[in-house]
């Protein structure tokens, strides 16, 4: 995971076989946490956020992991993306997400942008990434003035304060993490795997669906 203090770290080092997982039960405290007070979350539909920080490895390795899950997600759960920023200084990276959003470009560039970051294909200046962030768009064929202005918009400006509003409120202070229906949290280092951990995603699921009935 990556916590407030440390917002680029190396590969993780969690186990990769998950073949016992099955039989392993989910405790509170453990493989998941209760959130109190409660988060905001969609009464429509059970919300799973996740979590993430494209300056965060872990978060680029479980990834995929989340991606197959959400295909075969439940029809009555809506996944949302939050993207996290420890620092306002790194609220450009949070801003780039809702950029991508706006424009359409989520799909195509925000893999080959969060590969970038992690392993430094190409230079971000930590300390005010926004120049570099715009660089990078502008090689990838993205026309500048336009991504200015819309990572300067008052929707993604707005975006960018909801989301650290959303992750405040389900009191999250490392990434990867999934919130489930503004009542719980886990994770993979909660879980102990990335593979394990949709498998605990679905378990939240449940005890939401069947809180709410």
């Not at 429509?44 to 965060?56: G, M, Q, R, S």
Request: proline content about 7%.
């Amino acid at each position: 995971m990556i916590t407030r203090r440390q917002f680029v770290l190396g590969a993780a080092a969690l186990p990769l076989s998950g073949q016992l997982f099955a039989a392993q039960s989910f405790t509170a405290g453990k493989e998941y946490l209760v959130v109190t007070p409660s988060a905001p979350t969609s009464r429509d539909k059970i919300e799973v956020v996740l979590f993430f920080a494209y300056t965060c490895s872990h978060c680029l390795q479980f990834e995929p992991h989340f991606a197959k899950w959400a295909k075969t997600a439940p029809a009555d759960v809506a996944i949302r993306i939050c993207p996290v920023a420890w620092q306002p200084k790194l609220d450009p990276f949070t801003q780039t997400y809702f950029s991508l959003e706006a424009l359409g470009l989520v799909d195509k560039l925000s893999m080959p942008f969060f590969e970038s970051v992690i392993y430094q294909e190409h230079p971000y200046n930590f300390e005010n990434p926004s120049a570099d962030i715009s660089d990078f768009m502008a090689k990838a064929g993205v026309d500048r003035q336009k991504w200015e202005q819309t990572m300067r918009s008052f929707s993604v400006m707005n975006k960018t304060r909801q989301a650290r509003q959303l992750w405040n409120a389900y009191q999250i202070d490392s990434t990867p993490m999934i919130g489930v229906g503004g009542i719980y949290a886990t994770g993979p280092h909660l879980v102990g795997t990335r593979e394990g951990t949709p498998a605990c995603i679905d378990y939240l699921i449940e005890q939401v669906r069947a809180q709410r009935k």
